[in-house]
């Protein structure tokens, strides 16, 4: 009886200490998941290509695609909603770019075509400052974008609000991007 109380007790103990290092390394990750800090994401104007021009008497819209360049530093795969972005040229609204629903996963980047149309009334009011900027070859448009989405942690999906400002200065006769500076706040939901 004494060497199988032994043996019970040694198979008793191997299970003990094998489900407590289990349960050791599962809490260490979770609590390195956990406790990372998400970090926000970064936006990168890369290019603005002229599709089309759409007659608006007595001016012209124009139809521009822009490519933006996105990352997702953190350990989560993050999902968004479709929003708008906000184009502003001399303090006016100057147009809108519509920012599809996505995915992306963690640790990685990825390019984003959204279409926009820019109001030729908009940039008629400002014409004055509009034909300097040209004969510059330097124009300053600022956008704002409001993004959320949820990032999967662990078993849970961990609600995300992220508003990004950019000033970005364009070659107004071939549309080049010329220098550009982002900004971008995460906000986590907790509900």
Not at 2 to 8: P, T
Not at 89 to 116: D, E, F
Not at 126 to 135: L, T
Not at 143 to 170: C, M, N, P, T, Y
């Amino acid at each position: 009886m004494g060497s199988e109380g032994r043996g019970g007790g040694g198979q008793s103990r191997r299970w003990s200490w094998s489900s407590a290092l289990i349960g050791a390394a599962a809490a260490t990750a979770t609590a390195a998941l956990l406790s990372s800090k998400p970090r926000d994401p970064t936006f990168h104007l890369v290019s603005i290509d002229l599709t089309s021009f759409k007659p608006n008497f007595p001016v012209m819209d124009a139809d521009v695609i822009l490519t933006v360049h996105v990352s997702n530093p953190n350990v989560a795969p993050i999902q968004y909603s479709p929003t708008e972005m906000s184009i502003f040229y001399a303090g006016s609204l100057l147009g809108s770019a519509h920012v599809k629903a996505g995915s992306q996963p963690p640790r990685s980047c990825q390019l984003l075509r959204l279409p926009a149309r820019l109001k030729g009334n908009q940039l008629a009011k400002h014409s004055k400052k509009f034909v300097e900027d040209v004969g510059r070859r330097e124009m300053v448009l600022d956008a704002a974008v409001d993004i959320e989405g949820a990032a999967k942690v662990l078993w849970r999906d961990q609600r995300f609000r992220v508003h990004v400002d950019s000033h970005v200065k364009v070659d107004p006769v071939f549309l080049d991007v010329v220098d550009q500076e982002n900004k971008s706040k995460l906000k986590i939901c907790l509900f």
